[in-house]
Every structure is written in structure tokens, then in C-alpha cells.
């Protein structure tokens, strides 16, 4: 996986400086993307109808790609085939970050380390890794390219100095 270059997001109004001084590395990124439990998942459609849901998902640091897996006639899906631009945000409001990207739909026999690492991630037990591989085998397989993400500290002082946007 290509590492992101940083930059500061375009936030002036906000004090955020121009100089790359404190921009948070990627790493801080993804940790919070691995940690995290609960995403949301922002598509739109087609007329440009928003839609924001929480998933379940996986950030996969060898690929360097966001997966998670829903239903085949669900919104999210309809509004991805006709417009795959999407964002993922981790579901902390404080220490935040968003990915924007691309969706692309994966089949699932092609994808069997990333339905393994999703399922070891929410399950235990050996028998329910087994079956969540399956039941998300069954649904959409969703895997987002991130083409820019931004990563923000929302307190006084971190917030401003701290504000960073990495660029694939």
C-alpha cells in the first residue's frame, strides 16, 4: 500500500495554517480506522439524494482499502451503482476520521482474506467466524478506495493545528 501524503485541508477561516508543522501521520489514521467498531457510510444517488447509515466494516491496512458488506437491494447499493462515490467516517466525533472514495463491488470468492479479517474482527468464536464469513458472502461486498481522507482532534487547541488531509 502506498502511504498518503499529508497535507492541511483548506480551512483557513478555522486557523488551520498552511505550514505542514503538527499534521497528524497516517498512522494516527489508521489506528482509529482498525479500532473502530461502527462506520458511517455516506453514498448518494444518482440525483444527488444523500443517505448516511452506520455499517459494520473493515479498514485493510495491506491493500489499503475499506470493505464492508450489505444487502443487495439496499439503498446504499442502489445509490452505489449509480454513483460509486462514497465516504466512510469512524462513528468518534472527536478524534475523527473521514475517507472519501470510490466503491466497487467484489465478489465475494475473490475477496476470502478480507471477509476473514471483517468477520475475526466482530466475532470469537471460531463457528461464528465461519458463519459471519458466509451471511457476508451472501450480501454485496463493498471495497472503497480512498482518494482523500482527513483527519481532525476536535478540541481547542489540537483542532486547528492538528487539521490534516492526506492525498492518494
Not at 455499517?55 to 458488506?69: D, I, K, Q, R
Not at 463457528?127 to 463493498?142: C, M, P, R, S
Amino acid at each position: 500500500m502506498t502511504t498518503p501524503r499529508a497535507e492541511r485541508p483548506a480551512m483557513a477561516d478555522y486557523g488551520v495554517p498552511d505550514e505542514l508543522d503538527g499534521v497528524l501521520p497516517w498512522s494516527w489514521a489508521e489506528e482509529r480506522l482498525l479500532a473502530c467498531r461502527n462506520y458511517w457510510v455516506v453514498t448518494a444517488s444518482a440525483s444527488a439524494r444523500p443517505h448516511a447509515m452506520p455499517v459494520w466494516g473493515v479498514w485493510v491496512p495491506e491493500t489499503g482499502h475499506f470493505a464492508f458488506s450489505c444487502a443487495a437491494g439496499s439503498r446504499k447499493v442502489r445509490n452505489l451503482e449509480a454513483n460509486p462515490q462514497v465516504t466512510v467516517a469512524v462513528d468518534d466525533s472527536i478524534e475523527v476520521v473521514v475517507l472519501e472514495g470510490r466503491a466497487a463491488f467484489l465478489d465475494p470468492a475473490t475477496v476470502t482474506d478480507t471477509l476473514h479479517a471483517f468477520a475475526t474482527k466482530y466475532w470469537d468464536d471460531p463457528q461464528a467466524v465461519t458463519d459471519g464469513e458466509a451471511f457476508l458472502a451472501q450480501n454485496k461486498v463493498v471495497e472503497v478506495t480512498p482518494e482523500r481522507a482527513f483527519g481532525i482532534i476536535e478540541d481547542e487547541v489540537d483542532f486547528s493545528q492538528r487539521a490534516t488531509r492526506w492525498v492518494w
